[in-house]
T-cell receptor, first 114, second 113 residues
Framework: DSGVTQTPKHLITATGQRVTLRCSPRSGDLSVYWYQQSLDQGLQFLIHYYNGEERAKGNILERFSAQQFPDLHSELNLSSLELGDSALYFC?????????????FGQGTRLTVV | SQQGEEDPQALSIQEGENATMNCSYKTSINNLQWYRQNSGRGLVHLILIRSNEREKHSGRLRVTLDTSKKSSSLLITASRAADTASYFCATGNSGGSNYKLTFGKGTLLTVNP
């Protein structure tokens, strides 16, 4: 158990809908990272938050947004969903953003858009 | 975009043999990390090597880093069937106050009993 909790584990929704994925980082970790994993694109970095502030953005679509709350949990909002958004979405947390420390991953949310 | 590229994409060996996976990257890094993923599950951190280190060991794992060639290798010795998984290298980049951890596409390792 990594200590990172993601909910829900599975999500099936229709095209055009909006969903929210939730992540609770390990106790004491201030950094949260979101990744999208699909068969054709591999593991794509989406966004990084540190202590409530956005620190880095990757290949995140404009239809996607994220935030980190004062209690450090994070949410990834996906809107106007398309079939191609079907993927595994991972959240990871680490102690610090700079210098580099290991990241701890949750078990992921499997999103299926039908 | 992917920063690291693992090689080979897939590797099949017999139990007891050693497995070597390579990773090449493009830009300067703060550190390089290796992760393991069992099918459809979360990634598990294996080892981190900083840019000023050349070699690191952890149990049956040995990682090397050559910053002049922008490459790293992961060696798993005396492999076991339970080592069957995908292995990813990830590069840590810090540009100013922005920090990214960027993954390659992985090597699928199959260890046959």
């Amino acid at each position: 158990d990594s200590g990172v909790t993601q909910t829900p584990k599975h999500l099936i929704t229709a095209t055009g809908q909006r969903v929210t994925l939730r992540c609770s980082p390990r106790s004491g970790d201030l950094s949260v990272y979101w990744y999208q994993q699909s068969l054709d694109q591999g593991l794509q970095f989406l966004i990084h938050y540190y202590n409530g502030e956005e620190r880095a953005k990757g290949n995140i679509l404009e239809r996607f947004s994220a935030q980190q709350f004062p209690d450090l949990h994070s949410e990834l909002n996906l809107s106007s969903l398309e079939l191609g958004d079907s993927a595994l979405y991972f959240c990871a947390s680490s102690v610090a953003p700079l210098g580099g420390t290991e990241a701890f991953f949750g078990q992921g949310t499997r999103l299926t858009v039908v | 975009s992917q920063q690291g590229e693992e090689d080979p994409q897939a590797l099949s060996i017999q139990e007891g043999e050693n497995a070597t996976m390579n990773c090449s990257y493009k830009t300067s890094i703060n550190n390089l990390q290796w992760y393991r993923q069992n099918s459809g599950r979360g990634l598990v951190h294996l080892i981190l090597i900083r840019s000023n280190e050349r070699e690191k060991h952890s149990g049956r794992l040995r990682v090397t880093l050559d910053t002049s060639k922008k490459s790293s290798s992961l060696l798993i010795t005396a492999s076991r069937a339970a080592d069957t998984a995908s292995y990813f290298c990830a590069t840590g980049n810090s540009g100013g106050s922005n920090y990214k951890l960027t993954f390659g596409k992985g090597t699928l390792l199959t260890v046959n009993p």
